[in-house]
Nanobody, 121 residues
C-alpha cells in the first residue's frame, strides 16, 4: 500500500498561483500513474491531471494553466496551478494507480487525505 500526503494548499487571490506536492511512502511509485483529483463542495470528485512515467494527462478545461510533474528521486509528484480562479476552489487529492486508465478515478487504489485550495475573488 502506498501512503500519500498532499501539501501546498491554501488561500490565494484570483490570478495567483499555487504548487501542490504529493509525497509518497511505503513503495517507490516510479512505475505508478500519479493523479490529481479535486472535489468542490456539493460536487463529485473530478479528474484534474495525471502522469505515468513521462506521459501527462489533463482535463481539457485546465490545459495551459495546470502542469503536473514528478521527481522520482523524491517519490513526489507536483501540480503547478496558475491563473487560479474561484472555480478552482476545492479539496485537491493525490492518488496512485498501478494500472488502468490514469484519467479514471476507479483505477486508483491509494489516496491522500486532500489539501484545501481556496481562491478568493
Amino acid at each position: 500500500q502506498v501512503q500519500l500526503v498532499e501539501s501546498g494548499g491554501g488561500l490565494v487571490q484570483a490570478g495567483g498561483s499555487l504548487r501542490l506536492s504529493c509525497a509518497a511512502s511505503g513503495r517507490t511509485v516510479t512505475s505508478y500513474a500519479m493523479g490529481w483529483f479535486r472535489q468542490a463542495p456539493g460536487k463529485e470528485r473530478q479528474f484534474v491531471s495525471a502522469i505515468r512515467y513521462s506521459t501527462t494527462y489533463y482535463t481539457d478545461s485546465l490545459k495551459g494553466r495546470f502542469t503536473i510533474s514528478r521527481d522520482d528521486a523524491k517519490n513526489t509528484v507536483y501540480l503547478q496551478m496558475n491563473s487560479l480562479n474561484s472555480e478552482d476552489t476545492a479539496i485537491y487529492y493525490c492518488a496512485a494507480s498501478q494500472w488502468g486508465d490514469p484519467r479514471l478515478r476507479r483505477d486508483y487504489d491509494s489516496w491522500g487525505q486532500g489539501t484545501q485550495v481556496t481562491v478568493s475573488s
